[in-house]
């Protein structure tokens, strides 16, 4: 298990190193000088030289490499071409953010999947059952900035009951856990939780389906237990895969939202790649990204040592 | 409780081997109604956007601004989904929009499956440093969200249709290639392969007869519910102005201009997401039919 | 108590599903009497561990159509709500399985899948009920109890997981126990350990036990007596050393044919030529007639009553003398 643990640990670092790469070659690979990436296209010559040299731009490709890894690392992820911020400033609200509305997205996508999934496995074959795996293919086909925009037209134009974009009365600015910002929060999560859910509830029904059928289950009913008793066993052999979905759907969520965060104007990460994507602002796309991906890798180490401690056929082997 | 495992009695025996693996494909997908309805409704719409300019009412560039924004059914059906912001005829920029979505949501996968297939199949049958190198680089593409991907390279190389395929078809094939290869190293290891190889195959004589038509049934089937998702994809990149350029019809593209259309036309804007998700689903669920039919686990 | 412990009469199991409905039963009647222990023998398909399951409704029940009676300890299995069965199963009549890796739930501790039956059926605290664990844990004799409790099961030998499984099963002290295969996944050596202790336990508790095996070594250890079952019906009955020496039907003469016994080297091992029926349609007549060496025109038409030669013993075959009246 200690080496379990610190094996998948070291396998993450070169992970997050190639994705640190793949991030780099993003600016690369976009057309044009990559100085335009630090410095705004109207700066005199004599500045785009300097600054050339400061960064070492005119330097290989790898040396390059390893010293726009180093500035990272120290937490410097350079200047937004826009707003001439530190890209890490204006990161670090809208992270925040993004975890919010992706944490209640899957929250509700969870609950609402497990119900879902588990109805469907039990009552195998009925109606319900026909109806779960509807609705968890909707989920997954439905275009969700689409869905978005569908609520926003019944709950906000038509019944006027919530508010259609943003992250609060007064703005993005302070978040307090009050109706008068939470109203915000429901339809975004809401959107962005249908693809969780059709997720999740594939999966438990799978895994609960399987579950069900396997000859512990059968002792379990020869044992003279109920219902409720089966359904703990079953509840605690199905976590860990179910709990591992959703750590993955999680990240997915985080990575994902920039389409509805779009729709519903939320301050968040997607909101803040759009605006990059749109002014050609290269360090906060790119500083973004890693940001995101960076957490994914974590995420998926996370999830792979939980699942590992849940698992007693794992954990003591 | 109903599926405590059967007991050998109730094991069926299988039927005659005279008939072919497709014949029963073929003759269990035309038993699953569902499968057939949405694989009909595909075909419909795959037909009407083929023929779109012999059935379109309109041009798909011809604005007006004194129709802008009508509603359903207007002028007494002369437009029969009303018309958009810049006044031209909905029915007709659906009809032209799809060719456009369509594209984009099947060549990723076409060219991933190719690719993918190809570098996954090698992987799985080489093993060793080969397999290492591709895997290994795979993982770092999975260590992103696919939505993230698809939206970094695009952001990255810039708006446009050509950039737009590239990062899908970037984004699926190591998912793509995952399958192929843990299909291939599976088949490899079958008893019946390794005899194969025991009694003196070659390994293109292997990769031919035994690999091939095992791996591309599972890997083709996958790659058909990955369109799905790359028709959301792909509308989503439009729909942050990442894929196609205005005038062109896209669905993503007119879900985005559409958009401030929502508080006074909220039926027609919402059109053109009606028509990814209609197409989308289609295609999940005839994949999820395909998939039953084929009997392909995982 | 004049009633027997288990009484079967005319009992059909059939599996109904979309494409087609398994006959799987078809008609067994037998009794067993309190401490008495019975052996059902059968090639995979014949229907033995259906018939066990239809004594404590563990076949899936969706599917499942039963009809006949079949009472144990005074219950009417068939009648039975769930709810009902779920206060029978575990305390009047348990089971053990023939593979204990995947009968036992991998991610609880063996104590506490023992203790939650007696907590169940008892409604003892945990802290009694883990008691209870290490007692029955020490009661099938599986060496350091105490640390086995917090075990889990794949952390147990084949044989261990099999005495973990029996300590499951007679955690409530019932007065049937089932037991499907229950060594057919065992090392050889493990399997007569197994053998010996169920018949140890069997006769400390005053239990009556119903084994079903394909394995005639196991059925001569453990049985009072044997029934052979074939295609969903048992052809033959009787005391396990008047059938394992003189077997009267034709299949039950092949199926002791068909096995290796001390002291046979050098002799040829017949085989039953052909293949058990198709039970998806119910066999007209004796189902064994196709593979018979000895068919009769009379075989055809309809099942041949049980003949019974000598006392006890009984063969639904037309070529058996039938000496007495009729018995089953």
């Known amino acids: 298990m200690f080496f379990y643990l610190i094996r998948r640990i070291l396998y993450a670092i070169p992970i997050a190193l190639a994705v640190g790469l793949v991030c780099f070659m993003l600016v690369q690979i976009a057309p044009g000088d990559p100085i335009n990436a630090i410095v705004p296209a109207d700066a005199p010559a004599e500045v785009v030289e300097q600054v050339r040299r400061d960064y070492g731009l005119d330097k290989p490709l790898p040396v390059q490499f390893v010293l726009w890894l180093g500035r990272v690392v120290q937490g410097d992820l350079g200047r937004s071409l826009a707003t001439g911020r530190p890209v890490t400033a204006d990161l670090r609200s809208a992270v925040g953010n993004t975890l919010m509305l992706a944490l209640v997205a899957a929250f509700i996508g969870f609950v609402m999947g497990s119900i879902l999934g588990t109805v469907a496995a039990v009552f195998r074959g009925t109606v319900l059952d026909k109806l779960a795996v509807g609705l968890a293919a909707a989920g997954v086909s439905i275009p969700h900035y689409w869905l978005g925009m569908v609520l926003v037209v019944f709950f906000s134009v038509t019944l006027n009951w919530l508010p259609a974009m943003g992250a609060g009365p007064g703005g993005s600015g302070d978040w307090e856990w009050n109706w008068a910002h939470v109203q915000f929060l429901v339809l975004p999560a809401v959107t962005l939780s249908v693809i969780p859910m059709g997720i999740v509830t594939r999966t438990v029904r799978g895994v609960v389906m399987e579950l069900l059928a396997q000859d512990f289950v059968t002792t379990l009913r020869g044992k003279g237990l109920r219902r409720g008793g089966i359904a703990l066993h079953v509840l605690k052999n199905a976590a860990p895969s179910v709990l591992a979905v959703m750590g993955l759907q999680l990240g997915y969520l985080m990575g994902g939202s920039i389409l509805v965060e779009t729709v519903f104007s939320w301050p968040g990460t997607g909101f803040l790649l759009n605006s990059a994507i749109f002014q050609r602002d290269l360090p906060v796309l790119q500083g973004t990204i890693l940001v995101l991906a960076i957490f994914f890798v974590v995420l998926n180490l996370a999830v792979d040592l939980v699942q590992t401690a849940l698992d007693p056929r794992i954990r003591r082997a | 409780m109903s599926t405590a495992i059967a007991p050998a009695a109730i094991a069926v025996p299988q039927p005659a081997p005279s008939r072919g693996y497709w014949a029963g494909v073929a003759r269990r997908l035309s038993r699953d109604p569902v499968t057939l309805f949405f694989g009909a409704l595909l075909l419909l719409m795959a037909l009407a956007i083929l023929l779109a300019p012999l059935i379109a009412p309109h041009d798909p560039y011809q604005t007006s601004m004194i129709r802008r924004l009508r509603p359903i059914w207007f002028q007494d059906g002369r437009y029969p989904l009303g018309t958009d912001e810049l006044g031209r005829d909905m029915l007709t920029r659906l009809l032209y929009g799809g060719r456009l979505s369509w594209f984009l949501g099947i060549t990723p996968v076409l060219i991933a499956f190719a690719i993918g297939g190809t570098l996954g199949v090698v992987a799985g049958f080489a093993g060793g440093w080969v397999n290492m190198l591709i895997m290994r680089t795979t993982d770092v593409f999975y260590a992103f969200p696919s939505v993230l991907l698809a939206v970094a390279i695009s952001g990255a190389l810039g708006p446009g249709v050509s950039n737009a395929m590239l990062s899908l078809t970037l984004v699926f094939i190591p998912q793509i290639i995952r399958v192929a290869e843990s299909t291939t190293t599976a088949v490899r290891n079958l008893d019946y392969v390794e005899s194969a190889r025991a009694s003196g195959a070659g390994p293109m004589t292997i990769v031919r007869v035994h690999v091939l038509p095992n791996v591309l049934g599972p890997v083709f089937v996958y790659s058909t519910s990955l369109i799905s998702v790359a028709m959301i994809l792909a509308s989503g990149l439009s729909f942050l102005g990442l894929g196609t350029k205005p005038p062109e019809p896209e669905w993503g593209l007119m879900l985005n201009t559409l958009r401030t259309a929502i508080y006074t036309q909220p039926l027609i804007a919402m059109l053109p997401g009606l028509c990814i998700f209609l197409t989308s689903m289609c295609f999940n669920m005839v994949s999820d039919g395909l998939r039953t039919a084929m009997d392909v686990r995982g | ?328």
């Open chain 3, 1 to 328: 108590m004049n009633e027997p412990l288990v009484q079967v009469r005319d009992l059909y199991v059939r599996f109904v599903s979309r494409d087609a409905t398994v006959h799987a039963v078809n008609g067994v009647s037998f009794d067993l009497a309190e401490r008495e222990s019975l052996c059902i023998l059968g090639e995979s398909g014949s229907g033995k561990s259906v018939t066990l399951r239809a004594l404590m409704a563990l076949n899936p029940p969706r599917r499942t159509k039963l009809s006949g009676t079949v009472r144990v300890g005074g219950h009417d299995i068939i009648a039975a709500s769930e709810r009902k069965m779920a206060d029978i199963r575990g305390s009047t009549v348990s089971m053990i399985f023939q593979e204990p890796m995947t009968a036992l739930d991998p991610v609880f501790t063996i104590g506490r899948q023992i203790a939650e039956t007696v907590m169940r059926h008892e409604g003892t605290s945990r802290a009694a009920a883990d008691a209870r664990a290490l007692e029955l844990l020490e009661l099938v004799q599986i060496p350091s109890a105490k640390r086995r409790l917090a075990a889990y099961p794949h952390e147990l030998s084949g044989g261990l997981r099999q005495r973990a499984m029996i300590a499951i099963a007679l955690s409530c002290r019932p007065k049937l126990l089932l037991a499907d295969e229950p060594t057919t996944a065992l090392d050889a050596t493990v399997q007569i350990q197994i053998l010996l202790l169920l018949r140890r336990l069997q006769q400390e508790m005053g239990m009556g036990v119903i084994f079903v095996t394909h394995d005639l070594g196991v059925a001569g250890e453990v049985a009072d007596r044997v029934a052979v079952m074939y295609a969903g019906k048992f052809i033959e009955q009787g005391p396990v050393r008047g059938l394992m020496q003189g077997p009267l039907h034709p299949y039950a003469q092949g199926l002791l044919g068909a096995t290796v016994h001390a002291g046979m080297r050098g002799e040829r091992l017949t085989t039953i030529p052909g293949a058990p029926p198709n039970l998806e349609r119910v066999p007209q007549g004796c189902a064994f007639a196709p593979r018979c060496a000895h068919v009769r025109e009379e075989c055809l038409p309809e099942v041949p009553d049980f003949r019974s030669p000598v006392p006890g013993h009984a063969a639904r075959c037309v070529l058996v003398p039938d000496a007495m009246s009729q018995a089953a």
